[in-house]
């Protein structure tokens, strides 16, 4: 009881805080007086409204990979939805999930702050973690959502509520606030059960699926996806990030039935256990199968791996990902345009990342190009 105590007093008291300090963060420095001011206000009114009148991207996925696309595609739109899975099971979400029965607050944690005007300093703050006590492994925004859920009795009202208060450029939901555990079956006849143990046999899955079947999207989701100029699938791990928004019936139903263009976003490298020895090829079979069709487009990297960083991750199993010959065949026969592109950064001088500028502009020019033929055809 009194770890339950201590937790929901550190996130409220942490909510409010970051409430008083909010509007003042989001206006920066206070505007320099006289004619600079004005060019300043003039300055930033004309870029809210670039932003304002960008399009309409829905994003579907969850993890870094997700968080990564939103901090690029900010720059370019206001008018992002980033849907998120819930079905992590890791961490200081898993243990929440747990104790509290409380939806994963992770990945939609990380989404929020990607898409904050200042992701820097609410990074630093929400990403916080905490490393010793009753406490120790759980990161402040994470209990910052466990209390606006305890507080407003819903978890969707409390994400809801994080997307006014931190007046980011879009909004994030969670794919659906009901209780979903993922199963899947391998090739070799095993049956597994959660994220975890599904993303320990993915190179061998032969099937995947939802329990309760059941489950059903938050309205907004599916509302979302049919008002998009874009769906983006992507990046991301293949089947504890992307494929299970996608298990979900009606979101795929919704996705199948948008004449918009579909665009699935490959990783940079394989993932230990979870998609060893998988090519590009076998991780969009998965996406195809699951959607029920090919995406119309595909963005890949083809810039190679510094040796140092490769080594690195080949130490632990994983394996860069580039489109073969063959493969880019078998795409253009199957009406799936594919962008190669410069798509490697690397982050905090060890972690591999897409390079999230480069990756929005590619988003925007497809987006921008469907529009304009859309338009004159």
């Known amino acids: 009881m009194t770890n339950q105590i201590v937790i929901l007093a550190v996130g409220f008291l942490a909510g409010c805080v970051i409430t008083a300090l ?14 600079a001011g004005k060019r300043s206000a003039v300055m930033s009114s004309a870029i809210e409204q670039r932003l304002s009148q960008g399009p309409q991207f829905v994003c579907i996925g969850g993890g870094t990979g997700l968080s990564t696309l939103l901090a690029g595609l900010k720059g370019f739109s206001r008018n992002i939805t980033a849907v998120v899975a819930v079905t992590d099971e890791g961490g200081s979400s898993g243990r929440l999930r747990q104790e509290w029965g409380v939806l994963p607050p992770g990945d939609i944690r990380n989404c929020l702050v990607a ?7 609410l990074n630093r703050i929400l990403n916080f973690r905490f490393d010793r006590g009753e406490l120790e492994g ?15 009795g ?23 606030t009901e209780t979903i555990i993922l199963h899947g079956e391998t090739e070799d006849g095993i049956f597994v059960k959660g994220e975890l143990d599904l993303s320990a046999h993915g190179s061998r899955m032969k099937r995947m699926w939802l329990e309760p079947s059941s489950a059903k999207p938050l309205p907004k989701v599916i509302s979302a996806i049919n008002s998009a100029d874009l769906i983006v699938l992507g990046p991301g ?7 299970p928004n996608m298990l979900l019936e009606d979101v795929t139903r919704a996705i199948r039935n948008s004449d918009i263009p579909k665009v699935y976003v490959a990783n940079l490298m394989t993932q230990t256990n979870e998609t060893e020895r998988m090519s590009i090829m076998a991780h969009l079979d998965w996406v195809a199968s699951v959607l029920g069709e090919m995406p119309d487009y595909i963005v890949a990297n083809h810039t190679p791996i510094p040796d140092d960083y490769l080594r690195r991750y080949r130490e632990r199993g994983a394996q860069p990902l580039y489109l073969s010959r063959e493969e880019e065949r078998y795409l253009e026969r199957n009406d799936c345009a594919i962008v190669s592109a410069d798509l490697v950064d690397i982050k905090d001088g060890k972690y591999l990342r897409h390079d999230s500028k480069n990756l929005a502009e590619i988003l925007m020019r497809i987006a921008r190009d469907y529009s304009e033929n859309n338009r004159h055809g």
């Open 22 to 35: 909010m509007p003042f963060a989001s206006r920066g420095k206070s505007a320099p007086k006289g004619s």
């Open 237 to 243: 791990s293949l089947f504890t990030s992307i494929l």
């Open 115 to 121: 898409l904050a005007e200042d992701d820097n300093s």
């Open 138 to 152: 759980h990161s402040l925004g994470n209990l910052i959502l466990l209390a606006a859920s305890e507080l407003t």
């Open 154 to 176: 819903d978890f969707n009202k409390a994400v809801e509520e994080l997307n006014r208060l931190l007046a980011i450029r879009g909004r994030v939901l969670p794919v659906t």
